[in-house]
């Protein structure tokens, strides 16, 4: 795809795949956020769903109305369907506050984000600690998180997924992990075997706050005729040897994967994915009792 130029952001393909697009904030498009983003707390996001479109606007207008359009580009495109915002340089104006503000305004540009069941809210943040007691492996810090999508569990629609880095303290490890579907060497053979186009049935654990299970296969296609997945390890409830075996092949194949993608994100950066043919997961931490990270997540739809 043809990069944008847009005043005060430095765009370019990642330096690991062409699939993934950098988009490093300038300093004086931070400073200016920064300002913008006080008309508005954390309290009157969460509870003024226009606010939300009213920072998200004022961030459009700064990129001369442009970044809407290639950011919906990006996710839509096949051939990427992911981004990284982050700043070029550290900046001090960067904190937990103000990444909420600008994950929610990315989002907003995007589309309408989802409840999040965990949360309570349209967005989750949580916390990698070195002692984890959760019934998830989103916590746990020192299990590798296997590739996987988001909303696999839930009713609503789950087209994009947004993740930010808010805060790192004494970590070392821990690397975001990713993986395009038409990279992965096994997409034609397991996407269209039977067992994977029927019906799985999908529960979560208490924690997500989610009381029902819902029905749906791991493969399907777009309006184009290509594959899209819905997966994630913890969460499938097989009703039969058939599916179990499927599922054990799937995750030794995403996880066996040589076109895995791995990246370490600094904090202050936001990745957005199509979650239709993007998987995600991350590396191990290593092991350090006062290891520290805190996490932003938005899921959603596409505007119509």
Known sequence: MNLEKIDGFEINYHDQSKRIINIKLEDHIFEKLAFDFKKFDILTLEYKPFSRFTIANDLNIFTSNKLSDFINQILKDRETGCF???????????????????????????????HDSMAAKYYAR?????????????????????????GTYVKEKTDWLLMSKLEEENVEGGESVFLHLDDWEELNNLSKDPIGRKNFSWGSPKSKNVDYKVEHPVFSEDENGLPQISYIDQFPEPKNMEQGLFLQKLSTSLESSKNKIIITLPVGSCVVANNYFWLHGRKPFKENPKLSRELLRIRGTFFN
Do not use: C, E, W
């Open 84 to 114: 990284i915002v982050s700043p070029k340089n550290s900046h001090s104006l960067i904190d937990q506050k103000f990444m909420v503000k600008l994950s929610t305004a990315i989002a907003h540009l995007i589309g309408n984000p989802n």
């Open 126 to 150: 949580f916390h990698v600690k070195h002692v984890d007691n959760s019934d998830s492996y989103l916590r746990k810090a020192y299990i590798n998180m296997d590739l996987h999508t988001d």
